[in-house]
């Protein structure tokens, strides 16, 4: 069925060190994955999205891969603020159904 | 986004009462969704539309229905049938629809409770 996994649920790390999520999806035939940032009490804003024709795209201090093979993608931040601790959601459009399916998110905090 | 927006932000709903949750969009965006999202949880799909006078249910449409009269418009009515209906939604839109590899932006979220 449609799924996207998502880990882990909660995460912190000191300021100045880098974050990973790791998020998996079922259908093979998905071919687009966009990554969300919520703060508390706010809608999620669209952070980084990546495309299935590349394996990997930076934005300054994020980063995102995708490995089709394995049917998963990956969000990386490096270099850690506080105003990065916010809810993380990773995504993958469902084509053959045409919507967006969302994981269950990451609560990242950023100790000073 | 300022192109999506959510009225009422704040809306309290009495024992079998049916309310109608405003999402109107001056994107020029063909798709539209509902999503739900409890207390520290995920957002979970409702109903979308692709395109007017045509929409699917989500994974939790029960309680719930839609209509799409005009492309820039998705209004969510939340009936009594949905005893549990405190929560925060959101709706979203995005470009194309279908397969398009494009972005779902979102309005600021309605938070519905019960009186």
């Known amino acids: 069925g449609e799924n996207v996994e998502q880990h882990p649920s909660t995460l912190s790390v000191q300021e100045g060190d880098s974050a990973v999520i790791k998020c998996t999806y079922s259908?093979?035939?998905?071919?687009?994955f966009p990554w969300y940032k919520q703060e508390l009490g706010k809608r999620p804003q669209l952070i980084i999205d990546i495309r299935s024709n590349v394996g990997e795209k930076k934005d300054q201090r994020i980063a995102v891969t995708l490995n089709k093979t394995a049917k998963h993608f990956s969000l990386h931040i490096t270099e850690t603020q506080p105003e990065d601790s916010a809810v993380y959601f990773c995504?993958?459009?469902?084509?053959?159904?045409?919507?967006?399916?969302f994981g269950s998110g990451t609560r990242l905090s950023i100790r000073p | 986004d300022g192109g999506i927006t959510q009225s009422p932000k704040y809306l309290f709903r009495k024992e079998g009462q049916n309310v109608t949750l405003s999402c109107e969009q001056n994107l020029n965006h063909d798709a539209m969704y509902w999503y739900r999202q409890d207390p520290g949880q995920g957002l979970r799909l409702i109903y979308y539309s692709q395109i007017v006078n045509d929409f699917q249910k989500g994974d939790i449409a029960e309680g719930y229905s839609v209509s799409r009269e005009k492309k820039e418009s998705f209004p969510l009515t939340v009936t009594s049938a949905q005893k549990n209906p405190t929560a925060f939604y959101l709706c979203?839109?995005?470009w194309g629809g279908g397969a398009t590899d494009q972005p779902q932006h979102f309005g600021d979220g309605t938070r519905l409770s019960i009186l």
């Open positions: 979203a839109s995005r």
């Open positions: 995504a993958a459009l469902y084509s053959s159904a045409s919507k967006i399916i």
């Open positions: 259908d093979s035939a998905s071919n687009y």
